[in-house]
């Protein structure tokens, strides 16, 4: 499917994802995954694909004044719908960008978090290789999502002709992708309650 097919698809979706969310599930979840995660207070997190705003919210909750998020999705329109939950919260930049191409310094942020996005890159080899150059040494990746690959994948083959085919593949499949983007893999967790890939960049 085209980029286009896909742009579009997504402008239409972020006027009503929230609507399809169970938000008070969707806030505990996150807020259990990034004390998990043992985000500090001052950290600098990237949003990858941030959507509405959901994990930037939650982000925000639990970093302190020193803390930042930058937060990018491809979409506008899911954009402005994120940039109106937190309009004037100093500590969130919001950008419209590309994960094969982000306008970002090599090793800037100490976590990259991938939420519910992964299964959409055209190229994951590719995105991988530029979040692994934006994180700096040290720093943690997280590919994320609340739900198993199972329940993930039935979404997507039902929905619209624009993601049936943007498949989450096993953890151990994205696990060597990250090793190949020089990242180390810490954990995979691929079962029936949720799914988890976290590497560290141990060199810069």
């Not at 959507?51 to 998020?69: E, F, I, P, Q």
């Not at 150059?133 to 720093?139: E, H």
């Not at 198993?148 to 943007?166: K, L, P, Y």
Request: glycine share 6%; net charge negative.
């Amino acid at each position: 499917m085209s980029r286009p097919d896909k742009h579009a698809f997504f402008a239409e979706l972020a006027a009503v994802w929230d609507a399809h969310q169970d938000a008070t599930a969707l806030a505990s979840g996150l807020a259990r995954g990034l004390e998990e995660f043992d985000i500090g207070p001052d950290e600098v997190v990237l949003d990858v694909g941030c959507g509405t705003g959901n994990l930037s919210a939650a982000l925000l909750a639990r970093l302190g004044r020193h803390g930042r998020v930058v937060a990018f999705d491809f979409a506008p329109a899911m954009l402005e719908v994120a940039r109106a939950k937190n309009p004037d919260d100093f500590r969130v930049r919001w950008l419209e960008a590309d994960a094969e191409r982000l306008p970002l310094a090599t090793g800037s942020f100490d976590r990259v978090v991938c939420f519910s996005v992964w299964p959409h890159f055209d190229a994951p080899a590719a995105a991988a290789l530029e979040l692994a150059r934006v994180l700096r040494t040290g720093g943690h990746l997280h590919v994320w999502h609340l739900a198993s690959r199972a329940r993930i994948n039935a979404i997507h083959a039902a929905a619209s002709r624009a993601v049936q085919h943007d498949l989450l593949a096993p953890g151990s499949e994205v696990a060597v992708v990250l090793e190949a983007a020089g990242l180390s893999v810490v954990q995979v967790v691929d079962d029936h309650d949720r799914y988890l890939v976290s590497a560290v960049k141990r060199t810069g």
